[in-house]
């Protein structure tokens, strides 16, 4: 398998555009994540779904912030509008089953917001 | 909920030395407890990870030892290379807000070593 796939790899906008993130997990993972990373806050969780469904969304800082995942193989992070403050890497991961056990990460979107 | 310290924030040590970070968590019923390796522009990998029903893991030049009465756990690198530098992000399996449990990560320590 590849991998967890992310695109975009980089991304600068202007604040106000909107911004969408895409993550492709490992095939057969049940869970995905989306984290944000920053140098002041290090990982932060900011949803999971599991089969699909949107299991924790308690991290996603503002209605700004949405994520969905139409089927197994595709998940979606957007920002609308962006602010300069939302200049993070942004990391989708998954992981095969429920409980503890390994994460899977990609290489993570770079997003620049001016 | 779980909270995840870790110290050091950086590290810099010579090549063939031995590393050490720690970290502590506060959830006392978490029960897994990974290490993750960051290096520039790529994502964070499990490099080990360890259990609470065991006391100390080890792989090769890696090591991870844990004490649950005091809630703390660590890394060990012996015979440090210069391939080992890199971010290192320690973190704690809980079960924030009640819900079906996710890892909480420490801040992450910055490893160099210097050939």
């Known amino acids: 398998d590849a991998g967890v796939i992310q695109s975009p790899r980089h991304e600068v906008t202007e604040m106000g555009q909107e911004v969408t993130l895409r993550c492709k997990p490992i095939s057969g993972h049940d869970y995905l994540f989306w984290y944000r990373q920053t140098m002041m806050r290090g990982l932060e969780l900011l949803i999971y779904?599991?089969?699909?469904?949107?299991?924790?969304d308690s991290g996603m800082p503002e209605d700004r912030f949405s994520a969905k995942m139409p089927n197994a193989s595709f998940s979606t992070l957007k920002i609308q509008p962006s602010e300069p403050r939302d200049s993070a890497v942004y990391f989708c991961a998954s992981k095969q089953r429920g409980g503890a056990g390994e994460l899977f990460f990609g290489e993570g979107s770079r997003l620049t917001v001016l | 909920g779980e909270n995840v310290e870790q110290h050091p924030s950086t590290l810099s040590v010579q090549e063939g030395d031995s590393a050490v970070i720690k970290c502590t968590y506060s959830d006392s019923a978490s029960n897994y407890f990974p290490w993750y390796k960051q290096e520039l522009g790529k994502g964070p990998q499990l490099i080990i990870d360890i259990r609470s029903n065991v006391g100390e893991k080890k792989d090769q030049r890696i090591a991870v030892t844990l004490n649950k009465t005091a809630k703390h756990f660590s890394l060990h690198i012996t015979e440090t290379q210069p391939e080992d530098s890199a971010v290192y992000f320690c973190a704690a399996w809980g079960r924030p807000r009640g819900s079906q449990g996710n890892l909480i990560f420490g801040k992450g320590t910055k490893l160099s070593v210097k050939p």
């Open positions: 779904f599991n089969n699909n469904v949107p299991i924790d």
